[in-house]
């Protein structure tokens, strides 16, 4: 009974500090700098225009874990190639960070050289835990679903003029 209530006045803050015992002693979670930097000073974070026919926008998301990722490229029409990469992303620190290296990743690259960007490529730059892999699945996905989008609206465009 002891125990429960020094453990409860812990937790709302009435007792004075003291060193946790062994059976609610909690390790920290420790993220590679690469995911703190990314975190931190995200790269390319916003959104263009999405009826611009230049824009692909890939949205995706993981309903188990909450993660939501919207990455849009913009591309040069005479050369193919992705000028420029924005995005928002809702989730955890490694969703983030993994929407931030994607978007760094694809720009001044060809559409077919982004469509082979691997989320283990991701994963592997980052040093993300398994627990985390599906965030770098989620970057994956969202790079391919932007390209689908921008193809898309350059078939329809295509097909509206003929």
Not at 6 to 22: D, I, N, Q
Not at 42 to 71: H, Q
Request: charged content about 25%; some cysteine; aromatic content about 6%.
């Amino acid at each position: 009974m002891l125990r429960i209530a020094a453990c409860a006045k812990r937790l709302v803050g009435t007792a004075s500090f003291e060193a946790p015992s062994p059976a609610v002693r909690v390790l920290p979670r420790f993220y590679h700098e690469r995911v703190v930097d990314h975190y931190d000073n995200p790269r390319n974070v916003g959104s263009f225009d999405k009826n611009d026919p230049t824009v692909g926008t890939g949205l995706v998301g993981a309903p188990a874990c909450g993660d939501v990722m919207k990455l849009q490229i913009k591309v040069d029409e005479v050369t193919g190639k992705i000028v420029d990469a924005r995005f928002k992303t809702f989730g955890c620190g490694s969703a983030i960070a993994s929407s931030s290296v994607a978007t760094e990743w694809v720009k001044g690259k060809q559409m077919e050289e982004v469509l082979t960007i691997k989320n283990t490529e991701i994963a592997k730059h980052l040093s993300l835990p398994p627990v985390k892999l599906h965030c770098s699945m989620l970057a994956e996905d969202a790079i391919k679903a932007a390209v689908k989008d921008y193809e898309a609206k350059k078939a329809s465009a295509a097909a509206a003029t003929a």
